[in-house]
């Protein structure tokens, strides 16, 4: 079956740095769009970034943009998110997603923590 698991996550000073790494199971990796999402206790999920099967085209929300990335490696079934310049205000639990078939797939989620 499907699996998205996440990893990465932790306690990390403001302007710190984290990589996060979502590794995939049960589908055809290399055929789907991967994404990141993140939420905060009374928020709802928001998503962060986004990347196209082959990698060529990415997203990410304004408030990240020139601090986060997103890659993947189809070989590895892999796909991170390296944050950079982390700010307080980036905690929050974050997850992995991908729809396959037409069914949503969601990890357990990695804590991220921004905090001096």
């Known amino acids: 079956q499907v699996q998205l698991v996440e990893s990465g996550g932790g306690l990390v000073q403001p302007g710190g740095s984290l990589r996060l790494s979502c590794a995939a199971s049960?589908?055809?990796?290399?055929?789907?769009?991967m994404s990141w999402y993140r939420q905060v206790p009374g928020k709802l999920r928001e998503l962060v970034a986004r990347?196209?099967?082959?990698?060529?085209?990415?997203y990410a929300k304004d408030s990240v943009k020139g601090r986060f990335t997103i890659s993947r490696d189809n070989a590895k079934n892999t796909v991170y998110l390296q944050m950079n310049s982390l700010k307080p205000e980036d905690t929050a639990v974050y997850y992995c997603?991908?729809?396959?078939?037409?069914?949503?797939?969601w990890g357990q989620g990695t804590q991220v923590t921004v905090s001096s």
């Open positions: 997603f991908s729809g396959v078939l037409g069914r949503n797939y």
């Open positions: 049960g589908f055809t990796f290399s055929s789907y769009t």
């Open positions: 990347i196209t099967s082959t990698g060529d085209s990415t």
